[in-house]
Structures are given as structure tokens and as C-alpha cells.
């Protein structure tokens, strides 16, 4: 299993100002993926995020909106930028276990985002 | 057509009562298939893995056919600790990308 921290878990923004989140992994994984849970809302891929390389974004997303880093194996950020209130939603990072290969996914406890 | 469709509930069962969610998906490369579970305000975890051969795991049982694209769950023997709502979740076909049900909602009242 993988203990993922994330911050913050919480917060309450402005429109049109920006948040970076991050991500902590207790292990190294190849793969470190960002997740987007708007309210009553199933987990919808934003964005893959690979050690050297740029994060993969999925379709509807975009990496000015959601620019991602990810400078070793163990950690990474996603910052939501010029924020407006659809952006309100549960921000959660999530990993595989791959070295099992199991597919299970891990996830952080989730960043709750309320853009005013 | 949605890539992983759920039942809609809510679910309201009484404590002991047996419930079953079903799902289905639409890619047919898909391989792999699970079951998460969400507690209110909580991120989601691993309820179990879905196999061909259908799999049990104390109240809980999964299955999986193929030909019709639809995986089941069903538990037995309700308790007020499995309110929470049930994700499907099968891979993409497509590398790591794995595609969320939208959840049915289980309420299980003493």
C-alpha cells in the first residue's frame, strides 16, 4: 500500500487567484495521477503526472489551467489557476500499485476547494 | 452512452437486509474491474477486484461477465457501517487511466 498526504485539505479562494496543491507519496511510483470530484460527483481524470516529463492531460483539461509538477518520485503539485467558483471540487491525488500490479489505485484524503 | 454506467440509487435497506449494485461499461478492452468504496468526506478505497471467475470476500461478492460488459456486487447481511457510496471502476483499455462509475449511495437504517 502507498500513504499519500496531501495539502491543503481544505481551503477558500478568490476568483481569478490561483492554489497549488500538493502531493506526498511515503514511497517512490513511476505514476502519480491528479483527480478532479466535483460536489455529488464521480472522480474524473485531470492529468497524469510523470517524473521528467510533462504531466498527460486528459481531454477538457489543459495545462495552463491545471499546471502540474512533479520533480522527483515521491512528490507532486497541481496548481488550479485564475480560479472561478466551477472550479469548487475535491482535488485528489492517487497512485497505483504497480509494483504488485494489482491496478488498486491509493488516494490522498483529497484537497476541498471553495472558490468565492 | 457513458464509458461506466451505475444504478442511481440511494439504497435504503434495513440492517440485515442482502443488496445488490450493478454496472455496466461500454469497452469491451477493458480488463481489469473493481469495486471502491467512499464515506461521506472521505476519499475512495479499494472495497475489491473483480474476476471472471467472480470472487467472495466475507458479506461481499463480486462478478463479472464479460459477454455482457456488467459487473455485480452484492452484500450480504447489511450493517449500518456499510453506509457509503459503491464505485465501479474498470481501466480504460488504455495504459494506467481507469474510468469512475458515478457511484451508488447505500443507506443501510437500524
Known amino acids: 500500500s502507498a500513504v499519500i498526504s496531501q495539502k491543503p485539505s481544505r481551503d477558500i479562494c478568490q476568483r481569478g487567484t490561483s492554489l497549488t496543491i500538493q502531493c506526498q507519496v511515503d514511497?517512490?511510483?513511476?505514476?502519480m495521477f491528479w483527480y478532479r470530484q466535483q460536489p455529488g460527483q464521480s472522480l474524473t481524470l485531470i492529468a497524469t503526472?510523470?517524473?521528467?516529463?510533462?504531466?498527460?492531460?486528459e481531454s477538457g483539461f489543459v495545462i495552463d489551467k491545471f499546471p502540474i509538477s512533479r520533480p522527483n518520485l515521491t512528490f507532486s503539485t497541481l496548481t488550479v489557476s485564475n480560479m472561478s467558483p466551477e472550479d469548487s471540487s475535491i482535488y485528489l491525488c492517487?497512485?497505483?500499485?504497480?509494483?504488485?500490479?494489482?491496478?488498486?489505485?491509493?488516494f490522498g484524503e483529497g484537497s476541498r476547494l471553495t472558490v468565492l | 452512452r457513458k464509458e461506466v454506467e451505475q444504478d442511481p440509487g440511494p439504497f435504503n435497506v434495513p440492517e440485515g437486509a442482502t443488496v445488490a449494485f450493478n454496472c455496466t461499461y461500454s469497452?469491451?478492452?477493458?480488463?481489469?474491474f473493481f469495486w471502491y468504496r467512499q464515506d461521506c468526506r472521505k476519499e475512495p478505497k479499494l472495497l475489491m477486484s473483480?474476476?471472471?471467475s467472480g470472487n467472495e470476500d466475507g458479506r461481499f461478492t463480486a462478478q463479472l461477465n464479460r459477454a455482457s460488459q456488467y459487473i455485480s456486487l452484492l452484500i450480504r447481511d447489511s450493517k449500518l457501517s456499510d453506509s457509503a457510496t459503491y464505485l465501479c471502476?474498470?481501466?480504460?483499455?488504455?495504459?494506467?487511466?481507469?474510468?469512475f462509475g458515478a457511484g451508488t449511495r447505500l443507506f443501510v437504517k437500524a
Open positions: 492517487s497512485v497505483a500499485d504497480r509494483d504488485k500490479n494489482t491496478g488498486e489505485l491509493f
Open positions: 514511497s517512490q511510483v513511476t505514476m
Open positions: 503526472a510523470n517524473q521528467g516529463s510533462e504531466a498527460t492531460y
Open positions: 469497452n469491451s478492452a477493458s480488463q481489469s
Open positions: 473483480v474476476y471472471s
Open positions: 471502476v474498470v481501466d480504460s483499455g488504455r495504459g494506467f487511466k481507469t474510468i
